[in-house]
């Protein structure tokens, strides 16, 4: 998308109801940047007040004239709703507004997103299955749209791409066996990861994942913190792919870190299903940073947005480190100095950060170090020769072992929680 020469011209369309008009402006500004991320200008913005969408169009037949007028005034190529469109709510509109461009709404627009950003194999499977059990349905049957679908991966534009070039005539019945192939595929993809999975718990080292509202600068702390050189970039949903590094605290400790993909308000359903094997990347960690764009006045709703798919996801309980990033951004003060207050006063682990100049770095990584470490001790052990027998429940019990095996007896270090700590205890020379 990003290669397009010219911009697709993009009307955007919401209905809210009487005094949710601010609402609907967060709403909306958010779209026009995800319409701006899938390569497209905003050319203009047509809402409605009214407490419910009409069955047929969502806009009432008056404005739908008026979006219609719009549209061949402006010579718009995609109109998008920020609500949920049915399947023949989008025939109707197109009939209704009579002009050649494509209808769409918000999930199918971040789904576009999506299938331009994937870049593995898992990644492409993961939105091409999304986009069958959510765009399909919506095109299937409308000859004229069928028609213009390129592939995912092609350099086609927003609105006019569908799951895949094989699916131009396909029907319902081949779109479920493409389903069902999918699922399978995707289903030996997250084995894999489990297998991985459960060798990176074998290995015994800490797991910290890192989520958070898209944008947010997740991609930008890994890099500060690790030197990883991901691609962060002033877009939504930049990050699709999980990526995890090993990173050394100053205080020795080896720590995991993994970036996923963002997080955004009414994600489409089907893309959290679809994406859930890399959700659960940074979700099975023993330690989540919920990372928070503290300069976006948005941020309260955002990391509620977060919170609330981090329980869907299961991970609701874990322990959890809030980081306030782009502190350096923030002009808020008052919000923030507010966010602050309520955090010391809630006991709730809160970090001030700017992962981009790297200020509050060195404080955030000294919390992460003392949150895997609590309940755990960095311990090394001098075990007499005659008391090797230990060294198997070491292996067993300890974390991050290394032996060192000398006449005076086995060197150890290792890392011990309370249980393993107190059966070694006897043999501790260094703490
Ligand atoms: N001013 C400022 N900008 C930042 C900071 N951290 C990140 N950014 C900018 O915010 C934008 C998004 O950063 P990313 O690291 O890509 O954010 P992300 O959370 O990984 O986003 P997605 O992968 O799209 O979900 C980029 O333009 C970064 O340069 C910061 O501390 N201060
Ligand atoms: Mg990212």
New binding site residues.
């Given amino acids: 998308m990003e290669t397009n020469t010219e911009k697709k011209k993009v009307i955007l369309c919401a209905i809210f109801p009487q005094g949710g008009e601010e609402a609907e402006d967060v709403s909306l500004g958010e779209l026009e940047r995800l319409a701006e991320t899938a390569g497209c200008e905003t050319a203009a913005i047509v809402t409605q007040c009214r407490e419910k969408p009409d069955v047929k169009t969502v806009l009432g037949s008056g404005k739908i004239a008026e979006l219609s007028d719009l549209c061949g005034a402006l010579g718009a190529d995609l109109i998008v709703f920020d609500c949920e469109l049915s399947p023949s709510q989008i025939k109707s509109i197109e009939d209704a507004v009579g002009r050649d461009a494509a209808v769409i709404d918000r999930s199918m627009l971040i789904l576009d997103i999506f299938a331009a950003h994937a870049r593995t194999s898992e990644g492409r499977l993961q939105v091409e299955l999304a986009q069958l059990r959510y765009t399909s349905p919506r095109l299937i049957g409308r000859g004229r749209e069928l028609s213009r679908q390129g592939g995912a991966s092609s350099s086609g534009s927003v609105g006019a791409r569908g799951p895949g070039e094989t699916k131009l005539e396909i029907d319902r019945r081949r779109v479920r066996e493409r389903i069902a192939a999918l699922e399978d595929e995707l289903e030996k993809v997250a084995q894999n990861r489990l297998v991985m999975r459960s060798q990176r718990d074998r290995s015994g080292i800490p797991k910290v994942g890192i989520v958070?509202?898209?944008?947010?600068?997740?991609?930008?702390?890994l890099n500060t913190l690790t030197g990883a050189n991901i691609?962060?970039?002033?877009?939504?949903?930049?990050?699709l792919d999980p990526t995890t590094r090993q990173f050394v605290t100053p205080g020795g400790v080896k720590i995991l870190l993994t970036?996923t993909?963002?997080f955004i308000r009414n994600l489409p359903h089907h893309l959290i299903k679809a994406f859930k094997s890399t959700l659960d990347e940074a979700v099975y960690s023993d330690l989540l940073l919920i990372?928070i764009?503290a300069?976006d006045p948005e941020f309260i709703t955002q990391t509620t947005v977060t919170t609330a798919l981090l329980e869907e996801l299961g991970a609701a309980g874990k322990p959890t480190l809030y980081v306030f990033?782009?502190?350096?951004?923030a002009s808020d003060r008052d919000a923030l100095i507010h966010m602050k207050a309520l955090a010391s006063k809630s006991g709730e682990d809160v970090v001030f950060?700017?992962?981009?100049?790297g200020a509050g770095c060195d404080a955030l990584v000294s919390k992460i170090e003392a949150m895997v470490m609590a309940g755990k001790h960095r311990v090394t052990l001098l075990i007499p020769v005659g008391d090797g027998a230990i060294t198997g429940i070491i292996y067993k019990e300890g974390d991050d072992v290394e032996m060192e095996y000398r006449e005076d007896g086995i060197l150890c270090r290792c890392i011990a929680d309370d249980r393993l700590y107190a059966k070694i205890k006897k043999y501790i020379i260094e703490e």
């Fill in positions: 958070g509202y898209t944008n947010a600068g997740k991609s930008t702390l691609l962060a970039e002033n877009k939504l949903f930049a990050t970036d993909v963002g990372v764009d300069s990033n782009k502190c350096d951004a950060v700017s992962a981009k100049t």
